[in-house]
């Protein structure tokens, strides 16, 4: 049977039905991939990576300075550009610092000589010890109450933390709510760090891993020479570079993100005692140099301020950052690191470093509040009269004129070193070999204090008799006279450009009493020393003499040829400081006609300069 056509309208009703069917199920066939094809989802913004910052702050050689005061001139200093010091007026820089970058994001470290250079050092090593006399506790150290209330972190040791020996250095550290390192002071016997080499902290941050900073500390290798009577058979100090070698690797294996170095050591490379050791004294920019994985340093013992200085790691090519505050207190180093989170690690991103000056601010209350006891008895007690003196002495002008002030020092010395030589020493002719240490030291006439003498004589020195040839006590006094610029005969004199020629600083230039001799500025170093006699008879190189030196000089500080090596005749443990105020106080007069002579001076090609 024919199957009846569609009529036109069922057809066309027909294929839309069919259609809009067909075109429903081709877009159910349409693949995840392809409707993303055709309808594309944003990228997503990375996620921004979590960053961190926090400061290390530092200090240096505060040498006990605890207040803008001068115990020696019994007044607040005064500098013409305004400068202050102390640790006082320091921490409330830090008070500052933690406030503005927030508790939690700063770290306090010391380079070290923190208990050695004023009357209040003196005071608490030796008139009251923190050692304590007989079997009863001593005091607490002041340094050790400022810093613990600042709330140090770690500091390096300095060479003079064992200036008066290694009992009084440990009592310090026990008084210390934090660790003094050195990871190059070594136990004589075993080798091993006779103090810890390093501590670990951990900055704390939120929803992070803590981060961690390894401060590894390292000691000045001349302790061992200049402090051979405290340490010797007991510490021995090796190297910056070596230690830093053996230690920072460690750092680095215990998982520590930035590793910071506070060193007793300048960065100059320089070093003062010639060949007597065969470390490097200011080594602070090859330990950067040479050590890899170091960030930071805080370096010290040069009584310098470099606010920021930059060495690139030979092995690395990363540049670690360095930076020194100047001393006392004057200034304060902050080193300032930014991090970023990467894979679970913290990197660094960067590192500056800059210095605070002190006068920016007040003392802080709360140290002023714990200390006025202490600094007020040390005040009274070098206000103490122990004689008087027939005429003022000053040694404003002892760097190139031979005066009354440094005769007193060479008396005392020879009086002391004579009164324990041997029979047969006795009969040797007696010298004595002593520097300036501070040009603006005077004894008034009328009466003198501790303070008077302390202000002559400011170092922690013992007293050695040492055995020299004519012919090696002509090469010291011609390593000596290197201190001077050369002048040729002729040209005036310049007392300001004089001195200090190859960096040969007061405190290293000896003059000499007990024998005569000219110093040529105008003839070549080495060749300066004239008409050098003993008793009128000019001194053979063969004559024998015993020379009154300090132990500093007499171990080899400064690199004065022949004198460490020299037979010993006398030694003793009694401070150079305190047989000059023993005198005093036997004599009761110090007249300087009893001692006074002029037995150096300066020349140009024979005629005398002043």
């Known amino acids: 049977m024919p199957v009846n056509p569609m ?49 290390i702050l530092g200090t240096t050689d505060l040498h006990s300075h605890v207040f803008n005061w001068d115990y020696y001139t019994n ?15 320091i921490a409330t820089l830090v008070k500052n610092l933690r406030a503005e970058k927030g508790e939690g994001r700063v770290l306090l470290v010391d380079a070290g000589d923190i208990i050695q250079g004023t009357s209040l050092a003196s005071y608490y090593a030796s008139v009251d010890p923190i050692t304590g006399t007989d079997g009863k506790r001593g005091p607490k150290h002041p340094m050790a109450i400022a810093m613990n209330e600042m709330r140090y972190d770690a500091a390096a040791l300095g060479n003079h933390e064992f200036n008066y ?49 390894g401060i590894l500390g390292l000691t000045n290798p001349g302790i061992a020479l200049w402090d051979k009577d405290n340490v010797s058979g007991k510490m021995t100090f090796t190297g910056l570079v070596e230690q830093a070698k053996k230690y920072v690797p460690r750092l680095r294996a215990l998982g520590c993100d930035v590793v910071f170095l506070t060193d007793h050591s300048g960065l100059d490379g320089s070093t003062s005692w010639g060949d007597e050791l065969p470390y490097v004294e200011n080594a602070s920019n090859l330990v950067a140099e040479q050590v890899p994985g170091i960030d930071a340093i805080l370096v010290g013992h040069t009584h310098v301020e470099v606010p920021s200085y930059t060495v690139k790691n030979e092995e690395t090519g990363k540049d670690v950052v360095l930076s020194e505050p100047y001393c006392y207190g004057y200034r304060l180093s902050v ?3 930014e991090l970023e989170l990467e894979r679970g690690c913290w990197k660094i991103t960067g590192t500056t470093a800059t210095t605070l000056n002190s006068n920016t ?12 006891a202490d600094h007020e008895l040390v005040v009274k007690y070098v206000n103490t009269a122990i004689g008087t003196c027939t005429e003022a002495m000053s040694t404003a002008e002892a760097c190139w004129k031979d005066v009354p ?60 008799g040492k055995k020299l040839t004519g012919a090696q006590l002509k090469d010291y006094l011609e390593f000596a006279a290197k201190y001077y610029h050369q002048v040729p005969a002729g040209t005036k004199v310049d007392t300001a450009t004089l001195t200090n020629a190859n960096s040969f600083w007061d405190y290293m230039y000896d003059t000499a009493a007990g024998v005569d001799y000219e110093i040529d500025i105008a003839a070549a170093e080495g060749s300066r020393i004239k008409n050098l006699t003993y008793n009128g008879t000019a001194v053979a190189d063969d004559q024998v003499f015993v020379v009154a030196v300090n132990n500093y000089r007499a171990n080899g500080g400064s690199g004065y040829p022949h004198i460490a090596a020299a037979e010993t005749a ?20 110090i007249d300087p006609t009893a001692f006074a002579a002029t037995n150096w001076k300066l020349t140009q090609a024979g005629t005398a300069v002043f």
């Not at 002593?434 to 170092?459: E, H, K």
């Not at 006398?570 to 007069?589: E, F, P, W």
Request: aromatic letters at 8%.
């Open 7 to 55: 009529n036109r309208r069922e057809f066309v009703q027909k294929s839309a039905v069919t259609g809009a069917v067909a075109a429903v199920a081709g877009t159910a066939a349409v693949t995840p991939a392809e409707a993303a094809d055709r309808h594309p989802k944003p990228t997503p913004k990375p996620k921004p990576k979590k960053t961190w910052s926090f400061s």
């Open 75 to 89: 007044a607040a200093p005064v500098d013409s550009k305004g400068n202050t010091y102390g640790i006082a007026r």
């Open 165 to 213: 020996g290694i009992e009084v250095v440990r009592t310090f550290e026990k008084q210390c709510h934090f660790p003094l390192l050195g990871a190059n002071a070594l136990d004589a016997k075993t080798l091993k760090p006779a103090f810890e080499p390093y501590t670990v902290k951990h900055i704390k941050v939120p929803g992070a891993p803590d981060i961690k900073v």
């Open 335 to 337: 080193f300032d690191f």
């Open 361 to 372: 601010v007040a003392e802080d209350k709360r140290i002023t509040e714990l200390l006025t």
């Open 405 to 464: 002030a440094i005769d007193f020092i060479h008396q005392v010395q020879m009086d002391a070193v004579k009164s324990g030589l041997s029979t047969a020493d006795a009969a040797l002719p007696l010298i004595s070999v002593a520097a300036c240490f501070s040009r603006t030291a005077t004894i008034p006439a009328g009466d003198v204090t501790i303070r008077d003498v302390a202000g002559l004589y400011i170092y922690e020195n013992t007293l050695y």
């Open 570 to 589: 006398y030694s003793s443990t009694n401070q150079v400081r305190d047989l000059m105020i023993a005198y005093a106080t036997a004599k009761g007069s």
